[in-house]
């Protein structure tokens, strides 16, 4: 069982409570560092995406203080910063995480990760073959699989309409 985020924090559990489920989500889903990734970066997100929360609010969920259960709104928008199911927090049997594969779609979306895609698409195909495979000869073996995997669902997600030499990720609204 991985360790809980702060003394005192609901046990992660994917199949315990709410709480639970999102400590579950904290402790397997980190930064490259093994931190986790803190609420203001949760928060932050949110609003970039059209969302409204505060840091404190996202704490006392992670931290289980909060007296009563999140609305289904902000359920939705932690599943979706996560990288989960909409119905993570309520299926009685919720999906294993990746971790690898979940931290990877997250720092992606981070402005240094969305900095680096943007220049990426501008190179030559061959100057990209390369950068590629020197970004996969960097990531440790066990952990490869997160790099195809984090691909394969960004190309799920892009605008088949767009036509310009990077994509456009399509935004989820709760």
């Known amino acids: 069982m991985p360790a809980r985020i702060k003394p005192g924090a609901p046990d992660p ?81 919720p999906e294993a995480v990746d971790g690898p594969a979940h931290t990877l779609h997250i720092l992606v979306r981070e402005p240094a990760g969305t900095d680096l895609l943007h220049n990426w698409a501008l190179l030559p195909e061959r100057q990209r073959d390369i950068v590629s495979a020197l970004i996969t000869s960097m990531v440790p073996p066990h952990h490869r699989h997160a790099l195809s995997t984090t691909a394969d669902q960004h190309d799920d997600d892009t605008d088949e309409d767009d036509t310009s030499t990077t994509s456009t990720t399509k935004i989820r609204r709760p």
């Open 13 to 93: 559990n994917r199949f315990g409570t709410i709480s639970e489920r999102l400590n579950y989500l904290a402790t397997t889903i980190r930064r490259p560092n093994g931190t986790v990734f803190a609420a203001t970066d949760i928060v932050r997100w949110i609003r970039s995406q059209g969302g409204s929360v505060s840091d404190v609010y996202i704490t006392k969920i992670l931290n289980g203080t909060r007296g009563k259960e999140p609305s289904p709104t902000y359920l939705r928008w932690l599943a979706r910063y996560y990288n989960v199911a909409d119905d993570f927090f309520y299926s009685d049997h």
